[in-house]
């Protein structure tokens, strides 16, 4: 394969590294939304839900750590690659936010408007501050595309299918 295939193959694979997290994040932050007392329950009072709880949550932790771990193979020349470790961490650090998220919650206030800044700091890891950059610049997405936020306050998601956390109750 000659350089320009492998260089339009790479920019490819990071695309849909990319798509794939913020698809995974997406979902996960609207599945949340769509019943805070559950998203309470797993990230603020998880001891309090018992073992059934405790293992959706490790589930749903895993599965991002592996997408995020995925973003290793995409780390550009010259940067460390970050390992396995380096994935659980920044899911944890994700999961921080989320959860002063739910604390200060309001009726008004959606996870979903996390996206950005999540995506920002998993790309700022793994590709770098441009990278960062352009995910805060972008509008909160959701597993289905951009939307528009203001036309989501107050609204709750009841379709769940495509979420990457729909094994979460």
Sequence with gaps: MGA?????LDRFTLAVWRDSLGAALAGLLER????LPLAILLVV????????????????????????????LETPEGVVCPT???????VEQL??????RLLKTNIDTRLLELHPLLMSIALATYL????AAEALARPPACSHGEVDVAE??????SSNQSC????IP
């Design 164 to 167: 990457p956390a729909r094994f």
């Design 45 to 72: 009072r998880t001891v309090e839900g018992g073992p059934r709880i405790q293992v959706y949550r490790a589930r749903v932790l895993d599965e991002l750590a592996t997408v995020l771990d995925r973003g290793a």
């Design 95 to 100: 999961l921080t936010l989320i959860h002063d």
């Design 152 to 157: 989501l306050k107050g609204q709750r998601s």
């Design 4 to 8: 320009k295939h492998e260089e339009l």
């Design 128 to 131: 770098g501050t441009d990278a």
């Design 32 to 35: 949340l939304d769509a019943d």
């Design 84 to 90: 396995r470790p380096v994935a659980v961490a920044l």
